[in-house]
Antibody, heavy 126, light 108 residues
């Protein structure tokens, strides 16, 4: 059974930094691209970033480009999102998501998601 | 960026009724790379449909995806109590990946 467990969320001040982690199990981690998707309070889903199976290709939404960095450690089955220069509009639940098909069956960047973690909340203090 | 517009925003129906949800794209989606998700409060999103019409593993046959190009739809043939939720479409034919704003299916 696929399990994704996010951690690292919390209260942060504008301009601050956080590093989110997603621990994966139940599948061959390096065979799948991975992604972060967020949901602001009362809003819909917003794709944030994705990374290829071996971590060499990364993709970002314009809203986070230059501030967030996605990475992965395949030896530890863990996905990361380093978030710098945080803004109030980054307040959201951040979900880790696994791409549906393995790297050999997926064109780069063409990702939909079949497994999601429970999410970790990033909020701002005034 | 491909903008996805979902309609209606809210659908009020009774169990047993048919639900038809629409997702319209601002430009044609490559290879019909369009997915549908179900999202309930406090739960994780659940993949229902991918490449516009293929059901994901374990998804009941009452969920049907259709469409191509810029116009797509999700049909739930007979609503079960557990189907009341928010539904999102997502295109993955082009970066950046984008989601629609969602359709809430609520009990009438």
């Amino acid at each position: 059974e696929v399990q994704l467990l996010e951690s690292g969320g919390g209260l942060v001040q504008p301009g601050g930094s956080l590093r989110l982690s997603c621990s994966a199990s139940g599948f061959t981690f390096n065979n799948y691209a991975m992604s972060w998707v967020r949901q602001a309070p009362g809003k819909g889903l917003e794709w944030v970033s994705a990374v290829s199976g071996i971590g060499t290709a990364t993709y970002y939404a314009d809203s986070v480009k230059g501030r967030f960095t996605i990475s992965r450690d395949n030896s530890k089955n863990t996905l990361f999102l380093q978030m710098n220069g945080l803004r109030a509009e980054d307040t959201a639940i951040y979900y880790c998501a696994k791409v549906l098909t393995s790297v050999t069956r997926t064109q780069p960047g063409k990702y939909c998601f079949d497994s999601w973690g429970q999410g970790t909340l990033v909020t701002f203090s005034s | 960026e491909i903008v996805l517009t979902q309609s209606p925003g809210t659908l009020s129906l009774s169990p047993g009724e048919r639900a038809t949800l629409s997702c319209r794209a601002s430009q044609s989606i490559n290879s019909n790379n369009l997915a549908w998700y179900q999202h309930k409060p406090g739960q994780t999103p659940r993949l229902l449909i991918y490449v516009a019409s293929s059901r994901a593993t374990g998804i009941p046959e009452r969920f049907t995806g259709s469409g191509s190009g810029t116009d797509f739809s999700l049909t739930i043939s007979r609503l079960e109590p557990e189907d009341f939720a928010v539904y999102y479409c997502q295109q993955y034919g082009n970066l950046p990946l984008t989601f629609g704003g969602g359709t809430k299916v609520e009990i009438k």
